[in-house]
């Protein structure tokens, strides 16, 4: 595993990889500022600026209170969720990042199997909703988990990550049903190399350089298993 996350790392300034890091920067900065100035603007248009209290009298500058809990609350939402929402971008420009690393380190391999953007956008839709739901309800757990919580944060989504990116890139060579029979069988090396993948995704901006060294290290995994396991790939 960690050969192929070296491999991974060597190959970050590949233009492939770039486009798809910088694609990910624009497009996360846009959503918060897009999210957080929608948050602003409905909580605004049901507040007025002012209340009055009993023996107190008027309260005003409430507009501006609430702009600045709506830009904190953003960004607990936006630690919370980062993680899926990195997953969307990885899980669209899959494709991209795999065979770049395909063509640099398996330049004699064949065409993989063309998933088709549908379909991608499908399985990532999919798999992006079952994080945020996982994510949404472990919040509760990680209430009662105490100090524990960032362990339990890492557990549920390394086991999640590790095994649909792993399913993703293996089934561009040897379809899904064969996907899910390897991961299952290095099952433990996946939850790990997943867990590991996760541990900084809630940092921003470091969380879309993250998602690629991962596909990039579940590409190189991949192979290696199918070779270590004597199975070749099947190719189209």
Do not use: C
């Amino acid at each position: 595993m960690l050969t192929a996350f070296l491999r991974a790392l060597a190959q970050l300034g590949d233009p492939r990889f770039l486009r798809v890091i910088f694609g990910g920067i624009l497009l996360a900065l846009l959503l918060l500022a897009l999210g957080s100035f929608a948050l602003i603007f409905v909580i605004g248009s049901f507040t007025p600026n002012s209340i009055a209290l009993p023996w107190i009298g008027p309260i005003g500058g409430l507009h501006g209170l609430i702009s600045w809990g709506a830009a904190l609350l953003m960004l607990l939402v936006s630690v919370v969720l980062m993680v899926p929402v990195a997953s969307v971008f990885v899980g669209l420009f899959l494709e991209t990042v795999a065979q770049a690393v395909e063509d640099r380190h398996y330049p004699d391999l064949p065409a993989a199997f063309n998933t088709g953007f549908g379909t991608m956008l499908i399985d990532t839709v999919n798999f992006i909703g079952l994080l945020i739901a996982v994510n949404l309800i472990a919040l509760l757990f990680y209430a009662l988990a105490g100090p524990l919580a960032p362990l339990l944060f890492l557990a549920i989504n390394g086991n999640l990550l590790g095994r649909e990116y792993f399913v993703l890139v293996a089934s561009r060579r040897i379809g899904r049903p064969a996907a899910k029979a390897l991961r299952r069988s290095h099952g433990g090396q996946i939850w790990l190399a997943g867990t590991l993948m996760a541990a900084p995704l809630s940092i921003p901006l470091l969380n879309l350089i993250i998602p690629v060294l991962g596909v990039a290290t579940f590409t190189h995994l991949f192979h290696q298993m199918a070779r270590d396991d004597a199975s070749e790939p099947v190719f189209p």
